[in-house]
């Protein structure tokens, strides 16, 4: 596996470094309600390990899947994201399922997850054409799995966990001119999972007044789960990377 970035440090040093800068600035200005609620398309990476229960004890295996691999295999995929914003506070909603299907390795595999997040943000400094901000909220995410061995490994399983965090992070907002600016976050999770971190960006065009679309990238790495609990019936390991691109858009008003 690779390595992954730690972001607890880069967060600590943001956070502190935005809350000083705060105070020398004002918040942002409370205007108006405005909405949005918007999809997209994506391509997404994966490395790292699963591991499952199964009759015959625990079984731990690499994941390795590049953009083309995973887009090779996506059954079906559905995302949705909403925002209530007045300038000053910011509500964030956003559901996502995904479903992979692999029958042309050593194991035969079925995955269905599903996730969605609710989050608040605090804009708390305005600095010329820059805004940032302070993000809390709650993230949940749940796999099920139909995994078979044609090899006889073990018989047919079909693991499934979910699991929640909390959320505490950064936002910052780079208005370029009156139809683009930068969209930046990160933020960590704490709760059911042994770390969870998350960075994302976002160019975003406005062209029409109701109107907003996207190109973006995540990058996100959870570790949920612990290798010492391998003999437990309801092992389950998930400690991958992942990384996406996609374009999007968003109806606002």
């Excluded at 909603?93 to 997040?117: F, H, I, M, P, Q």
Aim: charged share 20%; with cysteine; proline share 3%.
């Amino acid at each position: 596996m690779t390595h992954r970035f730690h972001y607890p440090a880069m967060l600590i040093l943001a956070l502190a470094s935005s809350i000083s800068a705060a105070a020398m600035a004002e918040p942002a200005a409370a205007k108006d309600w405005h909405f949005g609620i918007g999809t997209g398309i994506s391509s997404f990476s994966l490395d790292g390990d699963l591991g499952f229960a199964t009759p015959r004890g625990g079984f731990i295996r690499d994941i390795d899947l590049g953009n083309d691999e995973t887009s090779d295999l996506v059954d079906s995929a559905m995302g949705a994201n909403a925002i209530a914003s007045n300038g000053r506070w910011d509500i964030l909603l956003s559901y996502g399922t995904v479903k992979l299907e692999d029958g042309n390795s050593d194991l035969e595999a079925e995955w269905d997850r599903t996730s969605g997040e609710f989050a608040v943000v605090y804009n708390f400094a305005q600095i010329c054409n820059h805004t940032w901000g302070i993000l809390a909220g709650v993230r949940y995410t749940e796999h099920e799995w139909t995994i078979t061995s044609p090899t006889g490994v073990f018989p047919k399983v079909k693991p499934d966990e979910d699991w929640t965090d909390g959320i505490v992070g950064l936002s910052h907002v780079m208005q370029i001119n009156k139809h683009w600016m930068w969209r930046n976050r990160i933020d960590a999770g704490f709760g059911d999972t042994e770390d969870a971190y998350l960075a994302s960006t976002a160019l975003v065009w406005h062209p029409l007044d109701h109107w907003q679309f996207n190109l973006n990238a995540r990058y996100m790495s959870t570790d949920f789960g612990d290798d010492k609990d391998i003999n437990d019936q309801d092992f389950y390991r998930y400690d991958v990377d992942e990384t996406s691109f996609g374009i999007g858009g968003m109806f606002v008003w």
